[in-house]
């Protein structure tokens, strides 16, 4: 899994896995696009004005956590 952020354009996109050239975006919202490869699986998320989607919860940090091993890692996000 990646998270990638572009500032020029204020979008945050979590690929979940490599994206084919054939997926279906659906819009989920005005903030949010779901990526679907043919397979029916979720290949992307993107995130449309992400800097206040990120940054609402968690304390402007993204929190990764391995519930398997019991980790927890903080990233802030910055402004």
Avoid: C, W
């Amino acid at each position: 899994m990646q998270l990638t952020y572009d500032p020029r354009h204020n979008i945050a996109y979590f690929r979940l896995q490599e994206k084919s050239a054939e997926v279906e975006t659906i819009r989920v919202s005005d903030a949010l696009n779901v990526d679907i490869a043919p397979d029916g699986t979720v290949s992307g998320i993107e995130l449309l004005n992400a800097n206040e989607q990120l940054q609402a919860g968690d304390d402007g940090e993204l929190v990764v956590i391995n519930e398997a091993l019991g980790q927890r890692r903080q990233i802030p996000l910055t402004k």
